[in-house]
Protein backbone atom coordinates (compact mmCIF):
# COMPACT_ATOMS: atom_id res chain seq x y z
CA UNK A 1 0.00 0.00 0.00
CA UNK A 2 1.24 3.26 -1.18
CA UNK A 3 0.65 6.05 1.74
CA UNK A 4 2.00 9.88 1.18
CA UNK A 5 4.81 11.32 3.23
CA UNK A 6 2.58 13.22 5.63
CA UNK A 7 0.75 9.87 6.56
CA UNK A 8 4.07 8.00 6.90
CA UNK A 9 5.10 10.25 9.57
CA UNK A 10 2.00 10.05 11.33
CA UNK A 11 2.20 6.96 11.24
CA UNK A 12 5.70 6.94 12.53
CA UNK A 13 4.56 9.33 15.73
CA UNK A 14 1.78 6.61 16.93
CA UNK A 15 2.25 3.95 19.44
CA UNK A 16 1.74 0.86 18.14
CA UNK A 17 -0.50 -0.75 21.01
CA UNK A 18 -2.13 3.05 22.41
CA UNK A 19 -2.33 4.98 19.50
CA UNK A 20 -1.04 7.86 21.01
CA UNK A 21 0.85 9.89 19.59
CA UNK A 22 4.56 10.51 20.49
CA UNK A 23 6.65 13.94 20.13
CA UNK A 24 3.16 15.30 18.39
CA UNK A 25 3.88 18.93 18.26
CA UNK A 26 7.12 18.19 15.80
CA UNK A 27 5.36 15.29 14.42
CA UNK A 28 2.94 18.07 13.76
CA UNK A 29 5.00 20.18 11.74
CA UNK A 30 6.47 17.52 9.58
CA UNK A 31 3.21 16.21 8.54
CA UNK A 32 2.03 19.93 7.61
CA UNK A 33 5.54 19.97 5.38
CA UNK A 34 4.89 16.32 4.28
CA UNK A 35 1.74 17.27 2.59
CA UNK A 36 3.52 20.17 1.37
CA UNK A 37 6.72 18.25 -0.09
CA UNK A 38 3.94 16.09 -2.01
CA UNK A 39 2.54 18.84 -3.62
CA UNK A 40 5.93 19.82 -4.43
CA UNK A 41 6.88 16.82 -6.07
CA UNK A 42 3.65 16.83 -7.93
CA UNK A 43 4.57 20.06 -9.08
CA UNK A 44 1.55 21.43 -7.80
CA UNK A 45 3.55 24.34 -5.56
CA UNK A 46 6.27 25.38 -5.67
CA UNK A 47 8.63 26.34 -2.36
CA UNK A 48 11.56 28.86 -3.26
CA UNK A 49 13.60 30.40 -0.45
CA UNK A 50 11.05 31.16 1.99
CA UNK A 51 8.20 31.57 -0.16
CA UNK A 52 5.44 29.11 -1.08
CA UNK A 53 3.75 29.52 -4.76
CA UNK A 54 0.52 27.89 -5.99
CA UNK A 55 1.46 27.06 -9.60
CA UNK A 56 -1.07 24.32 -10.85
CA UNK A 57 -4.65 23.58 -9.36
CA UNK A 58 -5.47 20.21 -11.51
CA UNK A 59 -6.00 17.36 -9.18
CA UNK A 60 -3.95 14.89 -8.31
CA UNK A 61 -6.61 11.60 -7.70
CA UNK A 62 -5.12 12.22 -3.41
CA UNK A 63 -8.05 13.78 -1.42
CA UNK A 64 -5.29 14.56 0.91
CA UNK A 65 -3.51 16.60 -1.62
CA UNK A 66 -6.07 17.91 -3.35
CA UNK A 67 -7.81 19.14 -0.43
CA UNK A 68 -5.10 21.18 0.69
CA UNK A 69 -4.44 22.59 -2.95
CA UNK A 70 -7.98 24.26 -2.22
CA UNK A 71 -6.77 25.58 0.68
CA UNK A 72 -3.59 27.18 -0.11
CA UNK A 73 -5.83 28.88 -3.21
CA UNK A 74 -7.99 30.57 -0.41
CA UNK A 75 -5.33 31.44 1.60
CA UNK A 76 -3.24 32.99 -0.68
CA UNK A 77 -6.13 35.30 -1.60
CA UNK A 78 -4.64 35.93 -5.17
CA UNK A 79 -1.08 36.99 -3.47
CA UNK A 80 1.36 35.29 -6.54
CA UNK A 81 3.44 33.97 -3.03
CA UNK A 82 3.32 33.87 0.76
CA UNK A 83 5.32 32.72 3.66
CA UNK A 84 5.97 29.11 4.29
CA UNK A 85 6.38 29.44 7.66
CA UNK A 86 3.01 30.67 7.42
CA UNK A 87 1.47 28.21 5.77
CA UNK A 88 2.87 25.49 8.13
CA UNK A 89 1.73 27.48 11.20
CA UNK A 90 -1.77 27.44 9.62
CA UNK A 91 -2.15 23.95 8.49
CA UNK A 92 -0.01 22.45 11.31
CA UNK A 93 -3.21 21.35 13.30
CA UNK A 94 -5.43 20.41 10.53
CA UNK A 95 -3.05 18.45 8.60
CA UNK A 96 -2.73 16.17 11.80
CA UNK A 97 -6.24 15.57 11.82
CA UNK A 98 -6.78 14.75 8.12
CA UNK A 99 -3.68 12.44 7.90
CA UNK A 100 -5.25 10.51 10.57
CA UNK A 101 -8.47 10.24 8.64
CA UNK A 102 -6.55 9.31 5.55
CA UNK A 103 -5.21 6.24 7.52
CA UNK A 104 -8.48 5.29 8.89
CA UNK A 105 -9.76 4.88 5.96
CA UNK A 106 -7.59 2.73 4.35
CA UNK A 107 -7.74 0.74 7.23
CA UNK A 108 -3.96 1.06 8.27
CA UNK A 109 -5.51 2.31 11.57
CA UNK A 110 -8.36 2.91 13.81
CA UNK A 111 -9.74 5.69 15.61
CA UNK A 112 -10.98 5.04 19.01
CA UNK A 113 -12.48 7.43 21.40
CA UNK A 114 -12.92 7.52 25.17
CA UNK A 115 -12.99 10.01 28.16
CA UNK A 116 -10.26 10.46 30.25
CA UNK A 117 -11.58 10.68 34.17
CA UNK A 118 -14.90 10.07 32.90
CA UNK A 119 -14.81 13.93 31.54
CA UNK A 120 -12.42 14.84 28.91
CA UNK A 121 -12.71 13.53 25.59
CA UNK A 122 -9.83 11.63 23.78
CA UNK A 123 -9.19 9.83 20.42
CA UNK A 124 -6.67 7.40 19.90
CA UNK A 125 -5.14 5.52 17.07
CA UNK A 126 -4.09 1.54 17.48
CA UNK A 127 -2.25 0.14 14.65
CA UNK A 128 -5.04 -2.13 12.64
CA UNK A 129 -2.28 -3.15 9.98
CA UNK A 130 1.44 -3.39 10.65
CA UNK A 131 2.23 -4.22 7.36
CA UNK A 132 2.25 -0.82 5.97
CA UNK A 133 4.79 0.66 8.59
CA UNK A 134 7.12 -2.52 8.55
CA UNK A 135 7.23 -1.78 4.88
CA UNK A 136 8.09 1.94 5.93
CA UNK A 137 10.71 0.77 8.88
CA UNK A 138 12.26 -1.21 6.48
CA UNK A 139 12.72 0.96 3.68
CA UNK A 140 14.30 3.99 6.31
CA UNK A 141 16.71 0.94 7.63
CA UNK A 142 17.88 0.06 4.39
CA UNK A 143 19.12 3.75 3.87
CA UNK A 144 19.88 5.31 7.11
CA UNK A 145 21.33 2.06 8.93
CA UNK A 146 22.76 -0.17 5.40
CA UNK A 147 23.48 2.74 3.38
CA UNK A 148 21.08 2.30 0.23
CA UNK A 149 20.78 4.69 -2.11
CA UNK A 150 17.38 6.43 -1.76
CA UNK A 151 14.06 6.93 -3.87
CA UNK A 152 13.17 10.58 -4.25
CA UNK A 153 10.17 10.16 -1.64
CA UNK A 154 12.39 8.05 0.89
CA UNK A 155 15.02 11.19 0.82
CA UNK A 156 12.27 14.11 1.22
CA UNK A 157 10.69 11.44 4.13
CA UNK A 158 14.22 11.72 5.56
CA UNK A 159 14.86 15.09 4.91
CA UNK A 160 11.86 15.82 6.59
CA UNK A 161 12.06 13.96 9.77
CA UNK A 162 15.66 15.05 10.05
CA UNK A 163 14.67 18.48 10.04
CA UNK A 164 12.00 18.33 12.69
CA UNK A 165 14.21 16.36 14.93
CA UNK A 166 12.53 13.10 15.05
CA UNK A 167 15.26 10.38 14.91
CA UNK A 168 13.86 8.62 17.71
CA UNK A 169 10.43 8.32 16.28
CA UNK A 170 12.01 6.52 13.44
CA UNK A 171 15.17 4.75 14.74
CA UNK A 172 14.57 4.03 18.88
CA UNK A 173 17.12 2.10 19.26
CA UNK A 174 19.69 3.23 17.40
CA UNK A 175 22.24 5.85 18.33
CA UNK A 176 20.92 9.55 17.45
CA UNK A 177 24.46 10.95 16.11
CA UNK A 178 24.92 7.92 13.30
CA UNK A 179 21.25 8.34 12.77
CA UNK A 180 21.58 11.82 12.77
CA UNK A 181 24.48 12.16 10.31
CA UNK A 182 23.61 9.86 7.74
CA UNK A 183 20.15 11.57 7.20
CA UNK A 184 21.87 14.87 6.78
CA UNK A 185 23.37 13.11 4.22
CA UNK A 186 20.22 11.78 2.63
CA UNK A 187 19.03 15.30 2.70
CA UNK A 188 22.30 16.82 0.90
CA UNK A 189 22.59 13.77 -1.51
CA UNK A 190 22.35 13.46 -5.08
CA UNK A 191 19.56 11.73 -5.55
CA UNK A 192 17.13 14.13 -7.54
CA UNK A 193 17.35 17.07 -9.57
CA UNK A 194 18.89 20.44 -7.84
CA UNK A 195 15.61 22.05 -8.13
CA UNK A 196 13.97 19.36 -6.12
CA UNK A 197 17.05 19.48 -3.62
CA UNK A 198 16.42 23.11 -3.12
CA UNK A 199 13.22 22.92 -2.54
CA UNK A 200 13.37 20.30 0.16
CA UNK A 201 16.29 22.49 1.63
CA UNK A 202 13.92 25.15 1.84
CA UNK A 203 11.41 23.28 3.29
CA UNK A 204 13.54 21.41 5.76
CA UNK A 205 14.43 24.77 6.59
CA UNK A 206 11.06 25.83 7.14
CA UNK A 207 9.93 22.94 8.99
CA UNK A 208 13.23 23.51 11.62
CA UNK A 209 11.71 26.89 12.29
CA UNK A 210 8.42 26.43 13.46
CA UNK A 211 9.75 23.35 15.35
CA UNK A 212 12.40 25.56 16.88
CA UNK A 213 9.85 27.98 17.74
CA UNK A 214 7.50 25.33 19.88
CA UNK A 215 9.95 24.11 21.73
CA UNK A 216 11.06 27.22 23.18
CA UNK A 217 7.75 28.09 23.38
CA UNK A 218 6.82 24.97 25.42
CA UNK A 219 10.19 25.55 27.49
CA UNK A 220 8.69 28.94 28.60
Not at 139 to 162: F, S, Y
Request: aromatic share 4%.
Amino acid sequence: MTITLAEEIMLLSLDDESGSAKQRQAAGWAVAGGILLELVLAERVSVVGKYLELVDTMPTGERLLDNRTALIEAWMRGRSKRRVTEWLTKDQPKAVRAALESLCERGVVVEERRRALGLFPMRRYPEADGTVEGELRERLRAVVLDGADPDMRTAGLIALIHSAKLHALAFPDSPREQVARRMAEVAAGQWATESIRAAIRDMQAAVAAVTVVTVLAAGT
